[in-house]
């Protein structure tokens, strides 16, 4: 960070970033307002050309902006406006510009000074949320669909659920802005464009009566990996919206699995099962079993899901892959098992409640559970 400019009486104050032409072209593509050759006044001799933006194009859309008028004039190109965007080409007004590098100056008005920018960056980076250095770490993420939106708002406006784990995300049909994080950024959902499916019928064309979504999870899954998020916490964790969920009871429970391949699994359908099933409420992987499904992702996409919901799809994937169960039966209460249901909310040990399909059965829950001393904070 610098002065780079002050031939007019003006103090210019930015960064410059080196890069490639193409790299920056290639976002081009993404907006709306490309520059035009209307758009430049070209002066005449050596003294640069001048091409003049919206005081409010910002970011990559100035660089790529910027960049778009030097190419255009084939020389070294000044991009002012109100708040000031400066772009050199390297080589002079008079040299073409070499196809391997450019010198991008972004720059702001006469006001702000040298100091005032790497303040605002480093108290930027001294933000954090309030689990982020929780032990084991989770990142805990969940489906929404347009039913979920004021549960999944709530929750997030009371730092609940999901949204007390280190780190978190919402996939949804849509872009959504669902509120603004302690460190003053908007959180929005990750759009994917997943698609509609149906209800089963137990034993007449389904292994459940409940969602046929393979197709949708497997696209969600897809997202977790290509995000990387999946690597940088312990513990991944998918949630049902309306599943209420303490996960700070969860990470004492998975303290001795870290580092350690395995899924959770949560319902027995008879007492000596040992195994157990995976129900949706809330599953578990490693960051482990997480890096096993990557590494032959094509064995569990190839398995016959048709007619399954993907919790099932998900524990016989783990199975497959040889990937241990861990049964978190006494901690999580599931009115849709056969003999995981019915625990009161007023249980402080359990991990989970489901289901709680709207905000008033979510909240009411916590706070029974969570007691009078956590609800005053």
């Known amino acids: 960070f610098g002065s780079s400019h002050s031939g007019t009486g003006s103090t210019w104050i930015g960064s410059v970033v080196r890069c490639r032409p193409q790299d920056v072209m290639a976002e081009l593509k993404d907006l709306q307002e490309l520059p035009q050759l209307s758009d430049v006044d070209s002066t005449a001799g050596d003294a640069p050309s001048v091409l003049r933006l919206p005081g409010r194009r910002r970011g990559l859309a100035a660089v790529a902006a910027a960049l778009a008028a030097a190419l255009l004039l084939g020389a070294g190109a000044a991009v002012a406006s109100q708040r000031g965007t400066a772009v050199e080409s390297t080589g002079g007004s008079r040299a073409s510009l070499r196809p391997h590098a450019a010198t991008v100056v972004l720059a702001e008005v006469e006001g702000e000074t040298n100091d005032q920018k790497p303040k605002e960056v480093e108290k930027k980076k001294e933000c954090k949320l309030a689990h982020a250095d929780d032990k084991p770490s989770l990142f805990c993420w969940a489906v929404m669909y347009p039913g979920d939106v004021d549960l999944i708002k709530s929750q997030f406006t009371g730092r609940a659920g999901i949204f007390a784990c280190n780190d978190y995300a919402v996939i949804g049909k849509e872009a959504m802005k669902i509120g603004t994080d302690d460190c003053g950024d908007d959180f929005n959902t990750w759009q994917e464009d997943l698609p509609t499916v149906s209800k089963g019928q137990y034993g007449v064309n389904a292994m459940t009566s409940s969602w046929l979504n393979v197709p949708v999870f497997t696209l969600c899954w897809d997202r977790l990996l290509k995000s990387g998020k999946v690597w940088e916490q312990d513990f991944t964790v998918k949630l049902d919206p309306d599943a209420v969920f303490f996960p700070d009871r969860l990470g004492g429970i998975l303290l001795q699995h870290k580092g350690k391949p395995i899924f959770t699994t949560n319902c027995r359908y008879w007492g000596g099962d040992q195994v157990g099933k995976l129900f949706g409420a809330i599953e578990v992987l490693s960051k482990q079993a997480i890096g096993a499904y990557k590494g032959k992702m094509d064995t569990c996409k190839n398995l016959p899901w048709q007619g399954w919901g993907e919790d099932y799809w998900m524990q ?43 905000a008033g059965q979510w909240w009411d829950c916590w706070k029974q559970s969570a007691g009078p001393q956590m609800v005053a904070k």
């Open 316 to 358: 016989h994937c783990m199975n497959a892959l040889g990937v241990p169960a861990v049964g978190l039966f006494d901690q999580v209460t599931d009115n849709t098992c056969p003999l995981g249901g019915g625990a009161p909310c007023s249980d402080g040990k359990k991990i989970v409640f489901h289901p709680k399909k709207d």
